[in-house]
């Protein structure tokens, strides 16, 4: 392809509302650029390196097994739109699938499937709205993007989530799993999580697990008692009035926890994990109690609530930053009050176990390894793989035949990934100072070419028979000089770089992206070491 003939050229000036390197480097290079809705346009370069990121993903997924489909437009099909689920709490209705589960789950359920026709898999891509948009962040958090899915039908799902990794490990990406999800790190006020460099663990900063801090503790038991401290209820001022650490004060929340009301005690440099407590109580729904709820079973108003003297109805769940404790303070249930040297066993009965409910902390021991340390990154969730079980089975019949003749529920599992935050990935991790630094697999062009006066003519004849040879080439034809030329081609980032000029005379100069120096290269050879490289 001619460069001259390409729209959107390079922009030499760092592009303004452009947060992220991926987003400032995709615009100057001409891959996209902004349309109206704070959406993007793909420019001819973007859709090529798209088009090979979707050829690679659906690859990946082939190898799954997986039947390529195509999704109805939309953001749900007809059917996804007609399941509404009632609201207890509010008497109003939803939509019960904003994907294409309830549809591709009935269609399974209507093949009448066998226990020899499982796992069915299928896969397809689709263009997604994002509802929490940061244009700023160019194709990182899009507006709208394409999405790759793929959904399992009577098997597991975590072979579609290693596959989504595999196709991002050839696109040169160094993605990591964070619980369901794949993600890569990013300098953006993004997803805030924790990290280990000694180890590579990696996990959202609500879920980390880190070890819990040896304390000072007195052995000697001091006197309870209720101590007065008006509107005291930030642990900061309350530890600096009552003369104590802020780790001996105790951060007691009361949450409404499936039907009933749990106590949650940490340590009071922590906060609760709602994420951890969750999974901990294994119940589906979780939320602070109302404040007529505390008053009702502390006698006190929010923020004065502690462990001793709750109701029996209340269970209360102890953090592992609480266990070695001593002479530790709490709410007393009385507001303004606060009880202090609280100890276990005389005030407070000692729980059978106790348990990781905390949000872990930046600067803390890492609990996967001895010597790492965990600190405080932000991530982008470029995929996820969750399993939905049998949930549309019970709504819809989708239901199998297994090997003693008897219906089954037709369990399922969806992976995804977004193929435009993947591009921008893939820059984020492979640029430098120049420019762009693309892998071979996911390049707009396998070469670009640079002619330089007197050497218009040899280059025409080098990219018709590059062309002829099924060579992806760019030749830039434009009347430039070579600064500009030159910094285009790095900036663009195509992996290899042929020039044509006065000084290299009948050769080429050959040269890699990220090389320092090329090579000269007689002209007969290019096209065949251009193939053998491909």
């Known amino acids: 392809m001619r460069y001259s003939k390409l729209p959107g050229k390079t922009l030499r000036d760092k592009p303004r509302n452009a947060d992220s390197t991926s987003h400032q480097l995709l615009l100057r290079a001409g891959f996209v650029r902004p349309a109206g809705g704070n959406g993007f346009l793909l420019q001819p370069l973007g859709q090529v390196v798209l088009k090979k990121i979707e050829a690679i993903v659906d690859e990946e997924l082939r190898r799954c097994g997986a039947s390529v489909v195509g999704f109805p437009g939309g953001r749900a099909s007809d059917l996804s739109r007609s399941l509404r689920l009632r609201r207890r709490e509010a008497g109003s209705d939803y939509p019960f699938a904003d994907q294409h589960e309830a549809a591709l789950a009935a269609l399974a359920g209507g093949l009448t499937l066998s226990y020899r026709d499982l796992p069915l898999v299928v896969a397809g891509l689709r263009w997604v709205t994002r509802e929490e948009a940061h244009p700023n962040w160019g194709l990182l958090a899009a507006t709208d993007f394409p999405l790759h899915a793929t959904y399992v039908f009577g098997g597991p799902v975590d072979e579609l989530g290693h596959a989504y990794r595999r196709a991002l490990q050839r696109m040169g990406v160094t993605a990591f799993a964070m619980g369901a999800d794949l993600a890569i790190e990013t300098e953006l006020a993004a997803r805030p999580i924790l990290a280990c460099d000694a180890c590579g663990y990696r996990a959202p900063a609500e879920t980390a697990i880190s070890r819990v801090p040896e304390w000072p503790q007195n052995p000697d038991p001091g006197v309870t008692e209720a101590v007065y401290g008006p509107g005291l209820i930030q642990v900061e001022p309350l530890s600096k009035f009552l003369g104590i650490p802020v780790h001996q004060t105790t951060k007691t929340m009361l949450f409404e926890a499936g039907g009933r009301v749990v106590a949650a005690c940490v340590a009071g440099i922590y906060g609760v994990s709602e994420a951890k407590l969750l999974r901990v109580l294994g119940c589906r729904s979780l939320a602070l109690a109302a404040p007529e709820v505390v008053r009702d079973l502390t006698n006190s108003e929010v923020g004065y609530a502690g462990p001793a003297g709750l109701p029996e109805s209340v269970e209360v769940i102890w953090d592992f930053s609480t266990e070695h404790r001593t002479n530790f303070e709490a709410g007393a249930n009385q507001t303004d009050y606060h009880r202090i040297n609280l100890n276990f066993g005389r005030d407070v009965k000692r729980p059978a176990q106790f348990l990781d409910i905390r949000t872990a902390l930046p600067g803390e021991r890492c609990a996967h390894c001895e010597g790492g340390a965990l600190a405080a990154r932000g991530a982008i969730t470029l995929g ?85 040879a099924g060579v992806e080439v760019l030749w830039d034809d434009r009347p430039e000089s070579a600064g500009v030329k030159f910094g285009d081609a790095d900036l663009i980032g195509i992996p290899l770089r042929l020039v044509m000029s006065k000084r290299t005379g009948d050769k080429v100069e050959w040269k890699s992206r990220d090389a320092e120096q090329g090579e000269l290269v007689g002209l007969e050879e290019v096209t065949g070491r251009l193939q053998c490289r491909l």
């Open 384 to 468: 996820h793989a969750s399993d939905l079980g049998d949930v549309y089975a019970d709504l819809l019949g989708a239901k199998f035949l297994d090997a003693d003749k008897t219906m089954r529920p037709l369990v399922a599992g969806c992976a995804a990934l977004d193929l435009a935050c993947a591009m921008a990935a893939v820059v984020e991790q492979r640029h430098d100072g120049r420019g762009l630094i693309w892998p071979a697999a996911v390049a707009p062009f396998a070469a670009h070419l640079v002619s330089l006066p007197p050497a218009e003519a040899a280059a025409e004849a080098l990219h018709q028979n590059l062309v002829n």
